[in-house]
């Protein structure tokens, strides 16, 4: 069993939603991304997805494209992301960690190489934005053998057929994007949301996380009435990309710890 499925068991337990948190691995600097994925866990944050920096980034909106840049600028590549992982799981054994990207970076160093040096690292899964769950099984099969999940995005404009072929490969969760868009772009209709996982479920059997426009305390709150777990990604960079990096950690501590707060409430 992955760490994610772990995670998602225990709170449904707790009858609490998960909180997921997207971060560019080497943004706003190289030595503040472990620093930051230990504040975000000590916010309240279940689940870390630390983003793979990649030149053409084609899912990601501004403020997620210009992290990529500057972690680029500061040659941050997938050996880099690893050992950010290694550092990390120094002090937190059990926090899952999902790397979010791009093909490229994977198979540059060879599926086989990144699935054997990803587990080693300590990483629980990926989410790999231009690989279609039908050109997918081998890599998913080899994930899921060491304890690792693959892990898709589904859209509004998602059919039928396509949500059943997510639901036969993947694993760990499900992220439902609920823009018609790139992240950090325009206002979630929840309504529409909810009309959406509704259908989802009939197909998909595990736990759903919805990203994509979730900006404050209050949209998350709501999104987490209707779903399984809130992620949060632009929201969190367009603070680093405005806060002085001496800053920056606090800046995201004290974010997340509101939002952690509002989640929460749903279930009391």
Same mark, same amino acid.
């Given at each position: 069993?992955?760490?994610?499925?772990?995670?998602?068991?225990?709170?449904?337990?707790?009858?609490?939603?998960?909180?997921?948190?997207?971060?560019?691995?080497?943004?706003?600097?190289?030595?503040?991304?472990?620093?930051?994925?230990?504040?975000?866990?000590?916010?309240?944050?279940?689940?870390?997805?630390?983003?793979?920096?990649?030149?053409?980034?084609?899912?990601?909106?501004?403020?997620?494209?210009?992290?990529?840049?500057?972690?680029?600028?500061?040659?941050?590549?997938?050996?880099?992301?690893?050992?950010?992982?290694?550092?990390?799981?120094?002090?937190?054994?059990?926090?899952?960690?999902?790397?979010?990207?791009?093909?490229?970076?994977?198979?540059?160093?060879?599926?086989?190489? @990144?699935?054997?040096?990803?587990?080693?690292? !300590? =990483?629980? /899964? $990926?989410?790999?934005? &231009?690989?279609?769950?039908?050109?997918?099984?081998?890599?998913?099969?080899?994930?899921?053998?060491?304890?690792?999940?693959?892990?898709?995005?589904?859209?509004?404009?998602?059919?039928?057929?396509?949500?059943?072929?997510?639901?036969?490969?993947?694993?760990? @969760?499900?992220?439902?994007?609920?823009?018609? !868009? =790139?992240? /950090? $772009?325009?206002?979630? &209709?929840?309504?529409?949301?909810?009309?959406?996982?509704?259908?989802?479920?009939?197909?998909?059997?595990?736990?759903?996380?919805?990203?994509?426009?979730?900006?404050?305390?209050?949209?998350?709150?709501?999104?987490?009435?209707?779903?399984?777990?809130?992620?949060?990604?632009?929201?969190?960079?367009?603070?680093?990309?405005?806060?002085?990096?001496?800053?920056?950690?606090?800046?995201?501590?004290?974010?997340?710890?509101?939002?952690?707060?509002?989640?929460?409430?749903?279930?009391?």
């Amino acid at each position: 069993m992955s760490r994610i499925q772990q995670t998602f068991d225990a709170l449904k337990a707790k009858k609490k939603k998960a909180l997921i948190t997207f971060i560019t691995a080497g943004d706003p600097a190289p030595e503040l991304t472990v620093p930051l994925m230990h504040a975000m866990v000590d916010s309240g944050v279940d689940i870390l997805e630390l983003g793979v920096p990649f030149s053409d980034p084609m899912a990601e909106g501004p403020v997620i494209q210009r992290a990529n840049e500057r972690a680029l600028k500061f040659n941050v590549g997938m050996r880099d992301v690893l050992e950010y992982v290694r550092v990390f799981r120094r002090d937190d054994p059990n926090t899952p960690v999902v790397l979010m990207g791009y093909a490229n970076p994977i198979e540059r160093l060879g599926i086989d190489r @990144f699935v054997s040096e990803a587990k080693a690292a !300590g =990483v629980d /899964g $990926a989410i790999v934005v &231009d690989y279609p769950p039908e050109e997918a099984q081998e890599f998913a099969d080899k994930l899921r053998a060491q304890d690792m999940d693959l892990i898709f995005l589904l859209a509004p404009t998602s059919t039928e057929a396509r949500i059943k072929q997510v639901a036969q490969i993947s694993s760990g @969760f499900s992220y439902y994007v609920s823009l018609r !868009g =790139v992240t /950090g $772009a325009g206002h979630i &209709d929840t309504t529409e949301v909810s009309e959406r996982i509704a259908a989802i479920r009939q197909h998909v059997k595990l736990p759903i996380g919805v990203g994509f426009g979730i900006r404050d305390a209050a949209t998350a709150k709501t999104v987490a009435s209707v779903s399984d777990a809130v992620v949060i990604g632009s929201r969190i960079i367009q603070a680093l990309e405005d806060t002085p990096k001496d800053k920056a950690v606090d800046a995201v501590r004290e974010f997340l710890t509101g939002i952690r707060k509002a989640i929460d409430e749903v279930a009391a």
